[in-house]
């Protein structure tokens, strides 16, 4: 599939454009002097005007410091920047990634099947990935002595990591229909901190790896993936091709890499240049979360997402969740200068997803040249970064409530916890502490939002016990966590992700930002080994290199 070019794109820099910034600004001028008590006492239709529901998320915005006005305003300019063309650009598979050359079809992904007889690769991958599950969980996978699989490992990172990471923990409650899971794990980091231990745990007989990269050369993969298969070597001394074969399954869009590599090309799964790392979960890289809640929990997941994707496309701006939520970012960054934001779930399911969205975000929209190769003069993406709220309140709230620096934070939850497996489903405190827990979220927003001003009784609380409140938030409630709400709810943030891009004139879809880095990575390896390069260094590099290389073991 080769990408359309760009076509009928206006240019980023036009007069409508600066017409329209040039309103947000000024009022933003007046934006500053209002606190949200005020806005809400104004207004007693607040929530209604601004709070929207669909694809089984509801999207509460009314906690952020803006009006309806400041959104009519905010869509002129995402007229005027041309969000409609855009749009229409990526789902016509144009060539939005323009840096690379390519489209960015992440949503063709969660597209239903086509009518029978038309070839589609997509939905050949998903075949062969289903028939591997079904193998898995059924117990026909077999290790090279014969048994059944019990745990799988998954070894790949960012976007090969973190997404079917934070998916497969938030659906674990959701077992597949047929057959019995393995215990799935993950592994990320290069330093063998995590595999070591695990390995320690895991019987080799019945271990499948899923090496799990779609460029099959990162160095954090390779390094552990080796490291896994050196272990299964030993163990099996004398299987030779057997372990590669029953132990190992790859996934990447560089099928020959694979092979080189001697992943069994019938153990090969593949995506394609088109789709991001970090918008993968939704190929053959999801293959985790289909082992943890079945192929039948997977296509819900899909189907959540392409409900997310018609809604981008055919609802209203003023009705159209990506497009709130990006505008909502916009005008906090470049409008009201609130420079950082705080991801919160307040779901102990939800643990991985703010590292999720601080890849999603930040590693798509922290750029800084236009697509006329202009450096931009405003901010792009925010500072991102999360915890579970229930914990986060004994960490860093109290930067939140009286710190000195406005934060933009995000709340969400699931409305019903919808608890339906396991001993602990039918135990009543359970049902208590999802309550406790969505009774912290809304008063922790209500006292970010409002102050103590509607709060504390006595007019002589010294200064150090107030809150001044005025902290904007946005309260995203899931009907349920279920997959097919997660998957409208991770293309929400794709989407939005797109909308910022587009309003910021940058490109969401590459990363060169990260290149340089792996290079000089490399180079250093050899400072490190033999001190050969170290002249070349500054000083300080010159002498941390001087410093652990003395401390090495002969
Ligand atoms: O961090 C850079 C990056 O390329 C991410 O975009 C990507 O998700 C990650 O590395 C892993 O890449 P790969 O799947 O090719 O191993």
Same mark, same amino acid.
């Given at each position: ?8 794109? %206006? ?45 089984? &998320? ?24 041309? &969000?409609?063309?855009? =749009? ?24 239903? %099947? ?17 028939? =591997?599950?079904?193998? =898995? ?20 990172? @960012? ?49 499948? =790896? ?46 020959? /890499? ?17 789709? @991001? ?5 939704? !190929? ?105 709220? %229930? ?7 109290? +930067? ?11 709340? &969400? ?6 608890? /339906? ?25 209500? +006292? ?19 809150? /001044? ?38 490109? %969401? ?30 000083? !300080? ?7 652990? /290389? ?5």
């Amino acid at each position: 599939m080769t990408a359309a070019p760009l076509h009928d794109l %206006p240019p980023h820099h036009t007069d409508a454009a600066r017409d329209a910034d040039r309103a947000l600004r000024e009022h933003a001028e007046q934006a500053r002097h209002w606190h949200l008590a005020d806005l809400f006492a104004e207004d007693p239709r607040r929530f209604e005007t601004l709070s929207l529901h669909a694809g089984g &998320l509801l999207v509460d915005i009314s906690k952020q410091r803006l009006t309806a006005d400041t959104l009519e305003k905010l869509r002129a300019l995402a007229a005027a920047r041309g &969000l409609d063309t855009w =749009i229409r650009c990526l789902f016509e598979g144009g060539e939005v990634n323009w840096t690379e050359g390519r489209a960015a079809m992440h949503w063709r992904l969660r597209q239903p %099947p086509r009518p029978q007889g038309e070839p589609d690769p997509v939905q050949e991958q998903l075949a062969r990935m289903e028939r =591997i599950v079904k193998r =898995i969980l059924s117990g026909q996978w077999r290790g090279c002595e014969g048994d059944a699989i019990t745990d799988v490992v998954n070894v790949g990172v @960012g976007g090969s990591d973190l997404g079917p990471l934070m998916a497969s923990v938030a659906l674990h409650e959701n077992h597949p229909r047929e057959g019995r899971r393995p215990r799935v794990h993950f592994v990320s980091s290069m330093d063998g901190s995590q595999i070591a231990p695990l390995l320690d745990e895991l019987n080799p007989a019945t271990t499948l =790896i899923v090496v799990s990269s779609k460029s099959f050369t990162t160095v954090d993969t390779l390094s552990n993936a080796a490291t896994a298969r050196c272990w299964l070597e030993q163990a099996f001394p004398k299987m030779n091709g057997a372990v590669l074969r029953c132990h190992f399954v790859g996934v990447s869009a560089k099928p020959e /890499r694979m092979s080189e590599w001697g992943i069994h090309e019938d153990n090969q799964l593949l995506f394609w240049d088109w789709v @991001g790392g970090r918008y993968s979960l939704w !190929s053959a890289i999801g293959l985790p979360i289909a082992l943890t809640i079945g192929m039948d929990g997977f296509r819900e997941l899909l189907a959540g997402a392409n409900e997310m994707d018609r809604h981008f496309q055919e609802a209203p701006w003023e009705k159209n969740l990506p497009v709130l939520l990006g505008l909502v970012d916009v005008w906090n960054l470049n409008f009201l200068d609130i420079t950082a934001r705080a991801v919160l779930p307040y779901d102990g399911r939800l643990k991985h997803w703010p590292a999720y969205v601080e890849q999603l975000e930040m590693e798509s929209n922290g750029k800084s040249v236009d697509r006329d190769g202009e450096v931009v003069d405003y901010h792009t993406c925010p500072v991102i970064w999360g915890e579970v709220g %229930p914990n986060a309140q004994h960490a860093f709230y109290q +930067l939140l409530h009286q710190g000195t620096q406005p934060v933009a934070c995000e709340f &969400l939850a699931a409305a019903r916890h919808g608890r /339906r497996n396991g001993n602990s489903a039918e135990l009543q405190p359970l049902e208590e502490q999802h309550i406790l827990t969505l009774a912290n979220c809304l008063a922790q927003s209500r +006292l970010l939002a409002l102050g103590d001003r509607a709060l504390a009784e006595d007019d002589g609380t010294p200064t150090h016990k107030r809150y /001044r409140g005025n902290q904007p938030s946005t309260t995203l409630l899931l009907d349920e966590l279920t997959p097919r709400h997660l998957g409208a709810l991770v293309a929400l943030y794709e989407h939005k992700v797109f909308v910022q891009a587009v309003l910021w004139g940058i490109n %969401p879809f590459d990363q060169w930002g990260v290149e340089m880095g792996k290079k000089i990575a490399k180079d250093m390896i050899q400072v490190l080994e033999s001190g050969a390069g170290a002249d070349g260094l500054d000083a !300080s590099t010159r002498a941390l290199a001087a410093y652990v /290389r003395e401390r090495q073991p002969d």
